[in-house]
């Protein structure tokens, strides 16, 4: 089987959480992929298939690798000068990427000598709308000539943005980091479950990546503005349930061991519990929750300290955490939970 290696730039708001994405979805993908190398704000993995690009909440582009690693952009130009790599057809044109710190002097006029290499071939130059973009990559681990194989389309996350939702929140995450947190999480033929819906963050998510969700809140308006979110997009809106979270398993009995939950619990003195403290509350649902699981099964939540944290290892394995700055006070955790194996 062939293999290729592809770059994955990393979005830098959370690269822990694109890269962690991008691995879950290379697996889930049957890509077979292998880490090369994970710098601050790139990864790369040797991969046996292209995964589904577009599901990626937090990668902003990728690409794959067609020459190098190189020591320097002179030694990519002499290997292309004496033996150019082929490339799907069409117009193209050459364009630049650094990580690492590794910007080349001149990169406008790198780019254009290594354009001179194919165009001496007789391949078509195109600026404006070429089929395809090669990129001059460099980093600490060296220069790569790639070929751009996706870019995210942010227009498509902005419909789904908080602002642009009839029914709004403010505590609701943004687009991107809800769809990496399922994707982390996601494994085929799950159900995503959120038992502190709210407005629907990651039903929304969930159902743009047509992964079928169910969602569960206490508060009334907002198993309204969940459904008027997701109606708003054509989503199905019949699957939001008003109730308390502790009764996961009554109220979804068919789906208890086949589900995975991804959610955003109360977490601010002010949030609306029922009337509970907030940790009586994660007590009472960090356990509901494990029994709806079942024992293979994972818990996604996003907690906001360490305290809450350590209440949760009591009961489950953390098998990931992402610390997630939402403001300057304010750094919310995104834990991977699953059972805790026990000795023989
Ligand atoms: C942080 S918000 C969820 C934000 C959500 N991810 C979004 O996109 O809007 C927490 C939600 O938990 C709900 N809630 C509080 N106590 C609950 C309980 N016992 N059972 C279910 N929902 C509860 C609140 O009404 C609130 O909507």
Redesign the pocket.
């Known amino acids: 089987m062939s293999s290729m290696h592809l770059i994955f730039e990393l979005s830098g708001d959370h690269p822990d959480l694109a890269h962690a994405e991008a691995l879950a979805v290379l697996n889930r993908s049957s890509c077979d992929p292998s880490l090369i190398h994970q710098g601050e704000l790139w990864s790369s993995f040797e991969v046996s298939q292209l995964p589904p690009f577009p599901i990626l909440g937090m990668t902003q582009a990728a690409y794959q690798v067609l020459e190098g690693p190189f020591s320097s952009p002179d030694e990519l130009l002499s290997s292309l000068r004496s033996d150019p790599p082929s490339f799907p057809d069409g117009t193209f044109v050459v364009r630049s990427a650094h990580f690492d710190d590794t910007e080349i002097e001149g990169s406008q006029e790198f780019q254009a000598t290594v354009g001179e290499v194919f165009y001496d071939l007789g391949r078509k130059v195109s600026v404006k709308d070429p089929d395809i973009i090669l990129t001059v990559i460099t980093t600490k681990e060296g220069t790569f000539l790639s070929l751009l194989v996706h870019s995210r389309d942010k227009e498509d996350f902005m419909k789904r943005h908080v602002k642009n939702r009839p029914f709004f929140?403010p505590?609701?995450?943004h687009p991107k980091i809800?769809r990496a947190f399922i994707n982390v999480l996601y494994r085929p033929g799950e159900t995503v479950v959120?038992?502190?819906?709210?407005?629907?963050?990651?039903?929304?998510e969930a159902a743009s990546m047509d992964i079928s969700a169910w969602g569960?809140?206490?508060?009334p308006d907002?198993v309204d503005?969940?459904k008027q979110n997701l109606g708003h997009l054509e989503y199905d809106t019949t699957k939001v349930l008003e109730?308390?979270?502790?009764n996961i398993s009554t109220f979804l009995p068919d789906l208890v061991g086949k589900a995975v939950i991804v959610?955003?619990?109360?977490?601010g003195r002010s949030?609306?519990?029922?009337g509970?403290t907030i940790l009586e509350?994660y007590e009472?649902?960090l356990l509901a929750f494990k029994d709806f699981v079942g024992p293979k099964g994972r818990v996604g939540i996003?907690l906001p300290d360490e305290a809450s944290i350590r209440q949760a290892e009591a009961i489950y394995e953390l098998e990931l955490m992402v610390p997630v700055r939402a403001h300057r006070s304010l750094t919310r955790h995104l834990c991977v939970f699953s059972h805790r194996q026990e000795g023989p």
């Open positions: 929140s505590v609701s995450l809800a959120d038992p502190f819906c709210g407005t629907g963050g990651f039903l929304l569960i809140d206490l508060d907002m503005g969940s109730g308390d979270a502790e959610t955003d619990p109360p977490y949030s609306y519990t029922g509970q509350l009472r649902c996003i």
